[in-house]
């Protein structure tokens, strides 16, 4: 037993490694901090555009969403950030990462607010025209908040998803948590930094999954 | 642009990723399969009235919904040869999705079988039957309707997933790709392997759209 908690949990190894992993735990929050504002704001510009919009423009819509959607995640990541350099863009490293990541969270923040504002009755819109809004007016103050409760739960569900996306990052060299716990274990020759990373990722990300959980959020999301 | 569609890096390309094609199919429906007949299992073994296993249940669907997977593959790949096992990266691929796979599906039935109203228990018992009986004959038949578009949706997203094997070195497509487009140092193949994604998975993803309006959750 001595020697699995030496192998697994040595906390020699931790410590010594614990700096590099902290420094990757940062990369980590900086990509989550840009990637689910981001998405977020994405998904509602492409939610409110598919509600004004007329139908061929809808439906464009819709395949262009589930053109992201038939993407892996990874294949989307690698494709951007090994991609964008062939045309001649060289942006940042955590740049690439965070609009590759955007995108694909997008596509599903975008679908789950329009099933939110399809849930409002038509007849809300035209009630809040006659009272003299303006469009944006009446999506802004009538339509949108009623639609962002009817979702949260989903909501909730894919901004888990998105937070635990941000471990690809780790496969195109950015150094984010899973990369430094790589990293580390090489230097030791040991896989406590491995298994430190993996609680770290639980400590942040099992709370979230309590929450999702309390609201109801299916965590079960549209594919 | 034109470096992208290069048809000689598309014609060198081609072979590695149509066999990395048969790789990605072989280790997604072993998953989805082993994955969703674990998660079944799973449910119908919280319906028993032991307590304690049920909670065991409730934390495992929970840390590994929470666990991204990619996390999992490497703990799996990189950490177990430490405790003297050995996995192959697809073993090890094939275990992270099916574990994960099966916390999904086995909150899904779960979500199935209680949406079930406790009277059509209560009626089938007083007809005679047995548990197992009700189980199969009426709350399951009933149950599997709900499940039908969230279970359609994970099983797309474990396919999906397969790519993550080419960070353990399978040779499934993304992983062909990458390695053709370090040797012809051109960006073709990965466009390649983005196409047969697409062609995989955009079929499949108006399959679950469709579905969801054809099953709507209540």
Redesign the interface.
């Known amino acids: 037993m001595a020697s699995?908690f030496e192998?697994?949990l040595n906390g020699e190894v931790m410590l010594e490694s614990a700096g590099l992993l902290l420094r990757g735990l940062l990369v980590t929050l900086e990509v989550s901090v840009l990637v689910i504002p981001g998405g977020i704001a994405v998904g509602a510009a492409l939610a409110t555009a598919a509600s004004v919009a007329p139908p061929w423009l809808d439906r464009a819509l819709s395949w262009g969403v589930?053109?992201v959607?038939?993407?892996?995640?990874?294949?989307l990541l690698?494709?951007i950030v090994?991609?964008l350099p062939?045309?001649g863009l060289e942006p940042p490293p955590l740049l690439g990462v965070a609009i590759a990541l955007t995108v694909n969270t997008a596509a599903y923040y975008g679908e789950i607010l329009r099933a939110g504002i399809a849930s409002i009755d038509r007849a809300q819109w035209e009630a809040a025209r006659s009272t003299g809004l303006s469009t944006p007016g009446v999506l802004r103050f009538v339509i949108l908040p009623q639609a962002v409760r009817n979702v949260l739960p989903d909501l909730a569900g894919n901004t888990?998803e998105a937070a635990?996306?941000?471990?690809?990052a780790?496969?195109v060299a950015l150094p984010d948590l899973?990369r430094m716990a790589?990293i580390a274990?090489g230097v030791h020759f040991?896989?406590s930094p491995?298994?430190l990373?993996?609680i770290l990722?639980?400590l942040f990300?099992?709370p979230?999954?309590?929450v999702v959980?309390r609201i109801g959020g299916?965590?079960?999301?549209?594919? | 642009?034109g470096?992208?569609f290069d048809p000689e890096v598309w014609g060198i390309a081609w072979p590695p990723i149509r066999s990395g094609i048969l790789i990605t199919l072989a280790l997604a429906l072993a998953s989805i399969a082993a994955g969703t007949a674990a998660g079944f299992a799973l449910s119908l073994a919280r319906t028993l009235p032991v307590r304690r296993l049920a909670a065991a249940i409730v934390v495992y669907s929970?840390?590994f919904?929470?666990?991204?997977?990619?996390?999992?593959l490497?703990?799996l790949y990189?950490?177990a040869p430490?405790?003297g096992i050995e996995l192959s990266g697809f073993a090890a691929s094939f275990l992270a999705l099916a574990l994960v796979l099966a916390a999904?599906a086995e909150?899904?039935f779960w979500a199935g079988l209680t949406s079930v109203r406790r009277g059509q228990w209560e009626a089938a018992l007083s007809t005679g039957m047995s548990r197992a009986a009700t189980l199969r004959r009426v709350i399951l038949p009933q149950a599997v309707r709900l499940t039908i578009p969230?279970?359609t949706?994970?099983a797309?997203?474990t396919g999906?997933?397969?790519?993550?094997a080419?960070?353990v070195a399978v040779p499934e497509v993304?992983n062909q790709a990458?390695s053709i487009?370090a040797q012809t140092a051109?960006?073709a193949p990965?466009?390649l392997?983005?196409v047969v994604?697409?062609a995989?998975?955009?079929p499949?993803?108006?399959l679950?759209?469709w579905l969801?309006d054809r099953f709507p959750?209540p």
């Open positions: 699995i192998t697994f589930d053109l959607r038939a993407f892996p995640p990874l294949v690698v494709l090994h991609g062939f045309l888990l635990k996306l941000t471990a690809l780790s496969a899973l790589r274990q040991n896989p491995l298994v990373a993996a990722y639980l990300l099992w979230l999954a309590g959980r299916r965590t079960t999301l549209p594919v | 642009m470096i992208f929970d840390a919904r929470a666990f991204p997977p990619l996390v999992l490497v703990v990189f950490a430490f405790a999904s909150e899904i969230p279970l949706n994970r797309i997203a999906k997933n397969t790519a993550l080419s960070v993304l990458a487009q051109s960006p990965l466009l392997a983005a994604y697409v995989l998975f955009l499949l993803v108006r679950g759209r969801e959750s």
